[in-house]
C-alpha cells in the first residue's frame, strides 16, 4: 500500500513560552522551538504499522520552506520511506483550502492508496484533510482512532465519538483519514535512523512541479486571513490562578466542585 | 570555526530531549529516593541506539562521534544525572576501553552487545587504596597456564551490580609500577567474580555504585585486554574520553539547575513583583548562563577534537574541571534562588545539588585534573 502522510512543523508548545508579535497578528516566531505536530507523528506511526505488516511503503510531505525540512528527516529517521517538500513562494500565506489544493497536487502526481493527515495542527483549524479529500473527490473520515486492512481495497475505521462511544465504518480505498493521537504509541527516533537520512536528498516541488496555478494558492488564492491574535484578557471568563503547583490544584478542584463540576 | 550543531546533531539532541522528558522526567524522584536502577530505561537506550553513540555500525554502534556522544550525555543529564552517568561509565569507560585498547576478535565479540545495551558494562580501575593514585593498585592477576587469576577489590565502580561485563585493571608485575598493571574482561557469572557492597550515595542514587570483588577468579588468558603491561597508560587514554563525558554530565545538570531556576525566577513574586526582577537573583542568573556556555564550548571543543583524531588529554581536563565547578555553583545558586523551596524535595533543585558534586570527584577529582593540566602546560 502507498500511503501519504502530511506533516507540519509547529511551535513546541512544551518548549516555548508563547508570546505575541509587536504587531499583535502572530506570535513572536524568534527563537521558537519547533517540533513535528503530535497528531501527525501518530499518522506517521500508523503509516509505518500499515506498511510494515500489509507492505506497502510511506512518504511524507510537508508544506513548507527548507526549515521545515526538519521534521521531513525526524519522520524518515522514524522508519518512513521518502521525504517530499513542497516549497515555492507562491505558498506563502496559504488559507486551508490553499494548503489542500497543493497537497492535492501532489497526490495526483502520484499513486497513494491511502492518505493520512493529523486530526489538527496545533495552530490550525483541522481543515486540510477533509478540504483534500473533497478536491480529491475520494472518500474522507476524520477523528479516526484505529485501522485495520480489510481484503478488497477496504479499510475498516474507527472513531471515538463525544461521550466515549465507537463507530466503526468500513470505507474504500483510495482515500483520506485524519488521525488522533492515541490511536498508536509512535516509537522514538533511533540514532541510526538519524543518521541514516542525514545526508538524503528531499525532493523539493515547486507550482511549476506540481501544475499549481499560483494564483490559486498563497496569499494571492487565501479567502481566510487572519486579522488578529490576541490572548484573552484576564477578568470575567478568564481567570489566571496563581501560586505553586500543590495550590493551583487545590484551587482548580475547588473552582470544580464550585462550579458543580465534581461532587 | 563553526559553533552551531549539524541539522543531525540537532535531530538528535531533540531526540534526546523528547525521550528524557517523557521517559525519564516522570520517574526521576521515584528513582531517586530508594535508588532504583532504571534498567528497564537504560535497555531502551539501547533500542534507540544510545547505549553505543561512538562505536562504528559494523560494531552495532550509532556510527556518531563524541559531539553527538556528549550532546546525548548533556540532555538525559538535564533531566537526570543518574541516567547520564549510567551510560557514560557503560559507554566511554567500558566499552571504550574495549574498542581502543581490545583486539578485533574482542571488539567483535563485547562491542555490539553492549552497544544495544543487551549488556551493560562496567569499568574497574578504583581500590580502597587507590583512588586519585590509580596507579597505587593492589588487585592482582596471575597467569597459570592458558587463564588468568584474578584477586582483589574494587571500589566505587558505576554499574557494579548490574554489569553483565566489567573492564578491570590489575597487577600483572608488581615490580613495574604503573607499567606493570594490565587490563581484563571478565564477564558476569565467571566463578570468583562478584559485586560486593552498594554504596548509599549523597547523589545520582538511582546509578549504581558498587564493590567488584574477585577471589581467585580464574578467566581465559585471551581476556587480556590489550598488551601486558599496557593496561594503566590504556586507561589513561579511555580517561581522557571519559572525562569529556562526565564534563557533558555536569554540562547537562548545570543546564537543567539553571532552567529550573529561571523559570522560578519569573514565577515566584515577593515584593510585588516576580523576584528575577530583582538585579540580585537576574545577575545569578546571567552568571549562570555565561558560565554554562563557557563550559559548553570548552566540552564541545574536547569532544570535537577528540573526533578530529587529536590527543585530548589537556583539553579533556579542562572541560572536566571547568564544567564540574561550574555545575556545582549554578546547583548551588539555584537552590538559592528558589530560596526554601529549593531546600524541599518538591522541585528538582536539591537533587541537582546532591547529584552535581560526584563530578569534581569521579574520574579524576578537580585537583587530580588541575594535576593533569599543570603537567601539560609544564611539560616543555
Ligand atoms: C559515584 C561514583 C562513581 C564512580 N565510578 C567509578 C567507576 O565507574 N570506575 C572507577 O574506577 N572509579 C569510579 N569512581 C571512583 C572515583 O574515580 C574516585 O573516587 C576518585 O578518583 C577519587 O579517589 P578517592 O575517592 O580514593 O579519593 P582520594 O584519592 O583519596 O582523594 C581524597 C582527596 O585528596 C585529594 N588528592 C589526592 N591526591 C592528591 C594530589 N596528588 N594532589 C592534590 N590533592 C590530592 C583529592 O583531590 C581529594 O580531594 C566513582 C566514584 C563515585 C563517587
Known amino acids: 500500500m502507498e500511503i501519504l502522510v502530511c506533516v507540519r512543523r509547529v511551535p513546541d508548545t512544551s518548549e516555548n513560552e508563547i ?42 510531505v510537508t508544506v513548507g520552506s527548507e526549515e521545515d525540512e526538519e521534521v521531513l528527516r525526524r519522520e524518515m529517521a522514524m522508519g518512513a520511506n521518502q521525504g517530499v517538500l513542497l516549497s ?53 473520515a476524520s477523528l479516526v482512532n484505529a485501522i485495520t486492512v480489510l481484503d478488497g481495497g477496504k479499510l475498516k ?9 465507537r463507530e466503526m465504518s468500513e470505507i474504500d480505498l483510495p482515500c483520506v483519514l485524519s488521525i488522533q493521537t492515541g490511536i498508536n504509541e509512535p516509537r522514538y527516533v533511533g540514532m541510526r535512523g538519524i543518521r541514516q537520512v542525514a545526508s538524503v536528498e528531499i525532493p523539493t516541488f515547486g507550482t511549476s ?47 470544580m466542585k464550585a462550579k458543580g463540576g465534581l461532587n | 570555526m563553526d559553533f552551531q550543531l549539524s541539522d543531525e546533531q540537532l535531530q538528535l539532541k ?28 537504560i535497555k531502551e537506550l539501547g533500542k534507540l541506539g544510545l547505549m553505543g553513540t561512538i562505536f562504528p555500525t559494523e560494531y552495532g554502534g550509532a556510527g556518531m562521534g563524541y559531539v553527538e556522544y556528549v550532546t546525548a550525555i548533556e540532555e538525559l543529564s538535564r533531566v537526570d544525572g543518574s541516567v547520564g552517568i549510567i551510560v557514560a561509565a557503560h559507554t566511554s569507560l567500558c566499552s571504550n576501553h574495549i574498542f581502543v585498547a581490545g583486539n578485533e576478535d574482542q571488539r567483535r565479540k563485547y562491542i555490539p552487545q553492549l552497544a544495544s545495551g543487551e549488556f551493560i558494562g562496567a569499568w574497574g580501575l578504583t581500590e580502597p587504596g587507590a583512588g586519585s593514585d590509580a596507579g597505587g593498585a593492589r588487585c592482582s592477576a596471575v597467569r597459570r597456564r592458558n587463564t588468568w587469576v584474578l584477586n582483589g577489590t574494587k571500589t566505587f565502580i558505576t554499574n557494579g551490580h548490574y554489569s553483565d ?46 564493590e ?8 581465559p588468558a585471551e581476556n587480556l585486554l590489550g598488551h601486558e603491561g599496557e593496561g ?49 537573583i537576574a545577575f545569578k542568573l546571567a552568571d549562570m548562563a555565561t558560565e554554562i556556555d563557557a563550559a559548553r564550548l570548552l566540552t564541545h571543543r574536547a569532544a570535537a577534537m577528540k573526533d578530529a583524531g587529536m590527543k585530548t588529554t589537556l583539553e579533556s581536563s579542562m572541560a572536566k574541571l571547568y564544567t564540574s565547578e561550574v555545575a556545582v555553583r549554578c546547583a548551588n545558586e539555584c537552590v538559592q534562588i528558589h530560596g526554601g523551596y529549593g531546600f524541599i524535595k518538591d522541585y528538582p533543585a536539591e537533587k541537582f545539588y546532591r547529584d552535581v558534586k560526584l563530578c569534581t570527584i569521579g574520574e579524576g577529582t578537580s585537583e587530580i585534573q588541575r594535576l593533569v593540566i599543570a603537567r601539560q602546560i609544564l611539560k616543555d
Not at chain 1, 217 to 232: E, H, L, N, Q, S
Not at chain 2, 170 to 196: I, N, P, Q, W, Y
Request: aromatic fraction near 6%; proline fraction near 3%; glycine fraction near 12%.
Open chain 1, 19 to 60: 508570546q505575541l508579535s509587536s504587531a499583535g497578528n502572530d506570535i513572536e516566531r524568534d527563537d521558537l522551538v519547533y517540533s513535528v505536530n503530535e497528531p501527525d507523528n501518530y499518522a506517521v506511526e500508523e503509516a509505518i504499522q500499515i506498511a510494515a505488516n500489509a507492505g506497502g511503503n510511506v512518504t511524507v
Open chain 1, 88 to 140: 515555492d513562494d507562491a505558498f506563502a500565506g496559504s488559507d486551508g483550502k490553499g494548503i489542500a489544493t497543493i497537497l492535492k497536487a501532489l497526490v495526483q502526481k502520484g499513486h497513494y492508496d491511502l492518505v493520512l493527515t493529523g486530526t489538527q495542527a496545533e495552530d490550525g483549524g483541522a481543515q486540510v484533510g477533509g478540504m483534500l479529500a473533497a478536491l480529491l473527490d475520494y472518500p474522507f
Open chain 1, 157 to 165: 475505521i474507527s472513531r471515538e465519538i463525544e461521550g466515549g462511544n
Open chain 1, 209 to 255: 512541479d506540481l501544475g499549481v496555478d499560483p494564483a490559486s494558492v498563497g496569499t494571492a488564492g487565501a479567502k481566510v486571513k487572519r486579522t488578529d491574535y490576541f490572548m484573552p484578557v484576564l477578568g470575567k471568563g478568564a481567570e489566571i490562578l496563581q501560586g505553586s503547583q500543590e495550590e493551583i490544584i487545590d484551587q482548580l478542584i475547588e473552582l
Open chain 2, 14 to 41: 531533540k531526540t534526546v530531549r523528547e525521550f528524557a522528558e517523557r521517559e525519564i522526567a516522570p520517574n526521576v524522584m521515584k528513582w531517586d529516593e530508594p535508588g532504583t536502577f532504571p534498567l528497564e530505561t
Open chain 2, 165 to 210: 561485563l566489567a573492564v578491570v585493571v590489575a597487577v600483572t608485575d608488581k615490580t613495574a609500577h604503573t607499567h606493570g598493571l594490565s587490563a581484563f574482561v571478565v564477564e558476569k557469572g565467571t566463578k570468583g567474580f562478584r559485586s560486593g557492597k552498594k554504596e548509599n550515595k549523597l547523589g545520582l542514587r538511582a546509578s549504581d555504585t558498587s
Open chain 2, 212 to 219: 567488584l570483588i574477585f577471589e581467585d577468579c580464574e578467566i
Open chain 2, 232 to 280: 594503566f597508560i590504556d586507561a589513561m587514554k579511555v580517561l581522557d574520553g571519559g572525562r569529556i563525558s562526565i564534563a557533558a554530565l555536569g554540562l547537562g545538570m548545570a543546564q537543567g539547575a539553571y532552567e529550573s531556576a529561571l523559570n522560578y525566577s519569573k514565577e515566584r513574586k515577593q515584593f510585588g513583583k516576580p523576584i528575577s526582577d530583582f538585579q540580585a
